[in-house]
């Protein structure tokens, strides 16, 4: 004699089994990534920009991301820009006592893998010290 109770459960597992992918939970640290990140220096000394304010500037089409900087002696000397935000951009980067810095066709990419959004695209801003009158 067949318990009914038991062929239920069965057919229970049995429903809940077809058809179905495996689910994997990610936990996924704060989702905001760079798409670009500055390192700053002076292109005579090779140090970074410690104790200059500045400012860098990330555009792409009608987008415009701007960072205003002052690098303190401690830190490193380096801005993120353009977070979340894959695109091709126009970089500028302005500093007291520096020639501005301009890079075009800066590319950033989508990651596909789980929990980023961008694949930061890192730069050298070897800037070059304004000339004396």
Known sequence: MTSYPTLAAVLVVLAGSVGCEPTTIVNC???????????????????GLHGRRGEAVATDGTFSDTVRFEIHPAAYSKVA?????????????????????????????????????????????????????
Do not use: K
């Not at 640290?29 to 140090?47: R, Y």
């Not at 980067?93 to 695209?121: F, H, I, K, M, N």
């Open 29 to 47: 640290p704060d989702p905001g990534f760079a798409g670009i990140g500055i390192w700053l220096e002076d292109s005579v000394t090779g140090l």
């Open 81 to 133: 820009l353009a977070n979340n935000r894959p695109g091709t951009y126009t970089v500028t980067v302005t500093a007291e006592g520096y020639v501005p810095w301009p890079q075009s066709g800066v590319r950033v990419l989508e990651d596909p893998r789980p929990c980023y959004t961008v694949v930061t695209t890192w730069l050298t801003a070897r800037m070059q010290p304004m000339p004396t009158p």
